[in-house]
């Protein structure tokens, strides 16, 4: 089955301890993205990848990083963990980046709460 | 800047009744527009997207949307509401500089009641 898988869905963390949320995807997509979701702001993309080597940052990636060392996996890294990134996450995916008409696949999410 | 907006938080419709979720845009030149659906627990869903060509965009499970650029909308319609319709509706636009980009709405939470 083509899917986005998420792991873990649920983690609560305290304040600085470094965390990675996986995000792997089985479809060959050369794009991949990380979003996440809070009340009232809808999703905003924290950064993206066009393929291996090569990522971006979206329009919110302070405290976050990601890596793309193979085309499935685009993990999410948190290095030191605050509060204020006490959201909801999700992984995107989709065939290229460079294509208006592609549309992503998401991942079921990943609730991060950091106390 | 590109950005989309979605005024409603909520709209309540009954069964059977047609639905409209609204969105509008603002983007320098012609949008690539997007609707997702989000159930309870879940990821984002595609329902149907408009890149260029007829207004009116067909998608899944019954919906569409239509493309109005005079008045830079983009709402999404149903002419019969089905209570497992009832999800979290997000309206999202790519940047038309960097492809790579995409900017949602907040959302609106459709509730159908039986």
């Known amino acids: 089955e083509a899917q986005v898988t998420q792991n873990p869905r649920y983690l609560i963390t305290v304040t600085g301890k470094k965390l990675t949320v996986t995000c792997s995807q089985n479809?060959?997509?050369?794009?991949m993205s990380w979003y996440r979701q809070d009340p009232g702001l809808g999703l905003r993309q924290i950064y993206y990848?066009?393929?291996?080597?090569?990522?971006d940052k979206g329009d919110v990636p302070e405290g976050y990083k990601v890596s793309r060392k193979e085309k499935r996996n685009f993990p999410l890294i948190l290095e030191s963990p605050s509060p204020n990134q006490t959201s909801l996450y999700f992984c995107a995916s989709s065939p290229s980046g460079r294509r208006s008409t592609d549309t992503q696949y998401f991942g079921p999410g990943t609730r991060l709460t950091v106390l | 800047a590109q950005s989309v907006a979605q005024p409603e938080d909520q709209v309540n419709v009954a069964e059977g009744n047609p639905l409209t979720v609204k969105c509008t845009y603002s983007?320098?030149?012609?949008?690539?527009l997007f609707w997702y659906v989000q159930y309870p627990n879940r990821g984002l869903q595609f329902l149907l997207k408009y890149i260029t060509g007829d207004n009116l965009v067909k998608g899944s499970y019954g919906f569409e949307a239509e493309f109005n650029k005079s008045q830079t909308s983009f709402h999404l319609k149903k002419p019969s509401a089905l209570v497992s319709d009832s999800a979290l509706y997000f309206c999202a636009v790519r940047d038309l500089y960097n492809f790579n980009k995409f900017y949602f709405g907040s959302g609106t939470k459709l509730n159908v009641k039986p």
């Open positions: 983007v320098s030149g012609n949008p690539y």
């Open positions: 479809m060959n997509h050369e794009y």
């Open positions: 990848s066009m393929n291996v080597e090569v990522t």
